[in-house]
Nanobody, 125 residues
Framework: QVQMAESGGGLVQAGGSLRLSCAAS????????MGWFRQGPGKEREFVAVISWSGESTSYADSVKGRFTISRGNAKNTFYLQMNSLKPEDTAVYYC??????????????????WGQGTQVTVSS
């Protein structure tokens, strides 16, 4: 079993920055990818960014490309999402997730077995 814990959400003005952290504990695997997803008010949960366990490969949703950066921390099981130039439409609950399944794409939610509880990010205009 793997436990996921996000932190770092909060309230920020448009144009500002936040950094989200995610710590994975338990029986992790170097096969896993670590993803960030978000769910805005009245919207379905959507893919934001993903990084391989090694940190060598990353991918982003078009809506955040060039503004958000996903990275792996020095602590092996810690990952970050640096969010710059935030917009009101970035307001959402952000979730980190871990997992891996053969034959699925990293941006698909079905790839992930383990999810955190989420952290609220609110961007004011």
């Amino acid at each position: 079993q793997v436990q996921m814990a996000e932190s770092g959400g909060g309230l920020v003005q448009a144009g500002g920055s936040l950094r989200l952290s995610c710590a994975a504990s338990g029986r992790t695997s170097s096969r896993y990818v670590m993803g960030w997803f978000r769910q805005g008010p009245g919207k379905e949960r959507e893919f934001v960014a993903v990084i391989s366990w090694s940190g060598e490969s990353t991918s982003y949703a078009d809506s955040v490309k060039g503004r958000f950066t996903i990275s792996r921390g020095n602590a092996k099981n810690t990952f970050y999402l640096q969010m710059n130039s935030l917009k009101p439409e970035d307001t959402a609950v952000y979730y980190c997730a871990a997992g891996w399944k053969y034959g699925t794409n990293w941006f698909e939610q079905r790839t992930y077995d383990y999810w955190g509880q989420g952290t609220q990010v609110t961007v004011s205009s």
